[in-house]
């Protein structure tokens, strides 16, 4: 990487290509929106009138969205009543860095199940207690594994004559093998999308529903959360059937018809995939509960007789990612106590033995059964943690807490893991135009840059920008951090600012200085606070003023928070690699204050109710109208609580609003798309005034500047506006904006 000036200077420099100047500025040098004839996406201005109309089932054509006098603006106004500030992390993802206490070494009983818990609701197999403590009535056990788990000639069962149907598809563009280099991938959070059927969670019809939005949005593709049969303990991260679709979404009919529906769109989609671990219901894990120890069947999981007298202690002293001990016993089948169960995650998700060849050759059944059907590629859930070391030694409990891991943790990024990829890639280079992309929360460098060598994963998911607080130090050290990550093997930086996982970027970004997590973006609360700030008034252009509302320090300021997210999307975008957008913040949504009834995270209740786990950031999309459901379902009881306050977010408010998040989205997905100055693979750094940054890309030399300070900062003259997140003031860079310049 090259820098070409460190030197302070009082002005934000930009150097515009003289042969590289826009036809029109969306936004001159003086704040005011200019609309040229060019100005929506070329692959999508025949679609523009059919993807509105998309946008609800009321609305006939784009005309009848009419433009919101109420909502989201250019000064990013919002109602904030019923935010909040719980941060979230991954369930099957690890965060880096983050708070909360680990629970030590504690003893679990042996319960045998009797007949009362036969009957016990899926979601509630395997649960622990407030104290860690496993409740092992409710794991499946033999004696109940026929009532309890409808197998129903699963495929993963090895069943011989499953009759599966079949699909001629194949991937949307054989012969392009590097388009994810460059792509904007929309993640989708199937439960919380769009609901067609009525019963409040999201499925597969209302995807397909949505697409014409999707591709008047602009993006390439869709990644999909976990869709697949599941009990959903871990809302679908527990897979009890890898290869059908969960009822709750739709069938494998639907899902080809997604499919197809998309390509004829240009949108690929891709798809979760959880190969760590399974569900506690998987017939592999009945199966093997019902066996004796040391059996073929257990061996597919990691079972392992218990330390101290009778083994009633756990095999070692490593924790669950989701709180407690990461092991739970359960009886022997003649319901003697017996051996322990690995589960880094929620107990009804034991981790698979990826030392046993039968794992894999199931997952390869698994991914060419997708891969035939015609999906783009996979996301690989917690893709460094799925080898784990042969002694199983035991893990610094003081380094790593809960919901959290670091390098040298030594239940994840072992190296016998990248074996494990070489083989995926295998599969997957028998499909062309197919990718996939590997969760990897791996802090150093050259052991994050070994999983994109060229015989594994195409893509790793970097969380740098997305933790990196609000300030040109900690963004800057993201970016040159995520670059020289990759480039040491030729890879492709990726970028995101938010996931179901983590905070909505709008909530953390307006997280006031000295409020918890402010310093850890990705991180858990350790409380939950009481909301958001009120309302403030409107920001005046004008006269320069755009301070944020009176907060009270542990509030989040939603204003000033949506100012910020739309600065850091146009500071993302200018980056080379790929982008992924996680569904909900091109409307620029906050987290959503939500009651403790309401939570669902197994963290919540694995944590004893100290960590409030990821709700806030996975409430349902507001879609249209003026109250819950605001279109999103025709059932107001939806599987999340969506907040009143939430009309101004709506696609329906925004949609023909030039000044609104969803017009910045589109307007900047377009540029980047179609013009020139966004190529080149390396950036080049400026010198700029205390509280700012630039850079610009280094063979298409398009400048992005960015201004975190509170007070206006001078672009230089010359220079080409090409977008602005926030209008000029008096022709100089706002506070908390960011600028293109050619």
């Known amino acids: 990487m090259t820098t070409v000036s460190d030197e302070t200077s009082n002005a934000v420099p930009a150097e515009p290509d003289p042969d590289g100047a826009a036809d029109a500025a969306s936004i001159d040098a003086d704040g005011n929106d200019v609309t040229s004839e060019d100005s929506s996406h070329a692959a999508t201005d025949s679609t523009d009138e059919d993807a509105a109309a998309t946008v609800d089932d009321t609305s006939d054509d784009a005309d009848d969205v009419a433009p919101a006098e109420a909502g989201i603006s250019a ?158 303990a871990d809302h679908g991260y527990d897979v009890s059937d890898p290869r059908d679709i969960d009822p709750i979404f739709g069938d494998l009919a639907r899902f080809d018809e997604l499919i197809a ?123 460094h943690g799925m080898a784990k070391p042969t002694d199983l030694p035991d893990m610094d409990l003081e380094s790593a807490g809960l919901l959290q891991n670091d390098d040298d943790d030594p239940r994840f990024n072992n190296y016998a893991v990248h074996d494990i990829h070489r083989k995926i890639r295998k599969v997957l280079d028998d499909y062309p135009g197919a990718a996939n992309v590997g969760e990897i929360w791996v802090d150093d460098n050259e052991r994050f840059a070994e999983y994109l060598r060229p015989d594994e994963l195409h893509l790793g998911f970097n969380f740098r920008l997305a933790k990196a607080t609000f300030d040109t130090e900690s963004i800057r050290d993201a970016i040159e951090n995520s670059l020289e990550a990759v480039l040491s093997v030729s890879g492709v930086p990726t970028w995101t600012l938010s996931n179901h996982d983590v905070d909505r970027e709008v909530s953390r970004y307006g ?25 403030t008034e409107p920001e005046d252009a004008e006269s320069g003023d755009v301070e944020s509302g009176d907060v009270e320090s542990g509030d989040v300021d939603i204003d000033l928070g949506i100012l910020r997210a739309r600065a850091m999307l146009l500071v993302e975008l200018a980056l080379p690699g790929t982008v992924f957008i996680y569904n909900g913040a091109e409307l620029g949504l906050p987290n959503a204050e939500l009651p403790d009834e309401a939570l669902q995270d197994p963290v919540w209740e694995r944590s004893g109710h100290t960590e409030r786990g990821r709700d806030a950031c996975r409430v349902p999309l507001p879609w249209e109208g003026s109250e819950p459901p605001f279109g999103f379902s025709s059932n107001p009881d939806t599987w999340l609580p969506m907040p009143g306050s939430w009309a101004r977010f709506t696609v329906e408010a925004q949609l023909e609003d030039i000044g ?51 007070v206006p900062v001078p672009l230089p003259p010359g220079g080409e506006i090409l977008l602005t997140s926030y209008p000029l003031i008096d022709g100089q860079l706002a506070p908390n904006s960011a600028a293109w310049l050619v």
């Open 75 to 232: 000064t990013g106004e919002t109602d904030a009543t019923d935010q909040t500030e719980e941060t979230g992390v991954p369930d099957s993802d690890i965060v880096a860095d983050g708070g909360g206490d680990t629970v030590g070494d504690e003893h679990v009983d042996v319960v045998e199940n009797d007949d009362e818990n036969e009957d016990e609701d899926e979601d509630d197999a395997g649960s622990e207690n407030e104290t860690g403590e496993a409740n092992t009535d409710d794991v499946v056990t033999s004696a109940d594994a026929a009532d309890d788990v409808a197998v129903e000639e699963d495929p993963s069962s090895g069943a011989d004559d499953v009759v599966i149907p079949t699909s001629t598809a194949t991937q949307l563009d054989t012969t392009d093998e590097t388009w994810w280099k460059s792509a904007i991938f929309y993640q989708i959070y199937p439960r919380s999308f769009s609901d067609l059927n009525g019963d409040g969670i999201g499925d597969l019809a209302g995807v397909i529903d949505k697409l014409g939005y999707l591709e008047l949005l602009g993006v390439d593709a869709l990644w999909l959360s976990p869709i697949m049969r599941s009990p959903m």
């Open 261 to 383: 529906e998309a390509h004829e769109r240009s949108i690929r989609v891709t798809m979760d995939l959880v190969p760590n671990h399974t569900s506690d219901r998987h017939p592999w894990f009945v199966d093997a509960l019902a066996a004796e120890p040391g059996s073929a069947e257990r061996a597919r999981y990691i079972f392992r007789d218990g330390r101290g007298d009778d083994g009633e202690q756990p095999p070692n002293n490593w924790q669950s990612i989701f709180g407690g001990p990461a092991w739970t016993r359960v009886p022997n089948p003649d319901g003697t106590p017996g051996q322990w169960y690995l589960h880094i995650f929620a107990a009804e998700q034991p981790d698979l033995n990826w030392e046993n060849p039968e794992v894999f050759d199931d997952l390869e059944k698994t991914l060419r059964f997708w891969l035939d059907r015609g999906v783009d590629g996979f996301r690989i859930d917690v893709a």
């Open 511 to 535: 997280r006031i200085a000295g409020s918890p997590a402010a310093s850890d973006p990705t991180a858990l609360d350790l409380e939950s606070h009481e909301g958001a700030s009120e309302d």
């Open 660 to 710: 609104s998040t969803l017009s910045l989205y589109r307007q900047a997905i377009e540029m980047r798309y179609e013009r020139p100055e966004f190529e080149g693979d390396t950036v080049e750094w400026y010198g700029a005034p205390e509280g700012c940054l630039a850079f610009r890309r280094s063979v298409g030399h398009l400048t992005c500047a960015l201004n975190t300070g509170d």
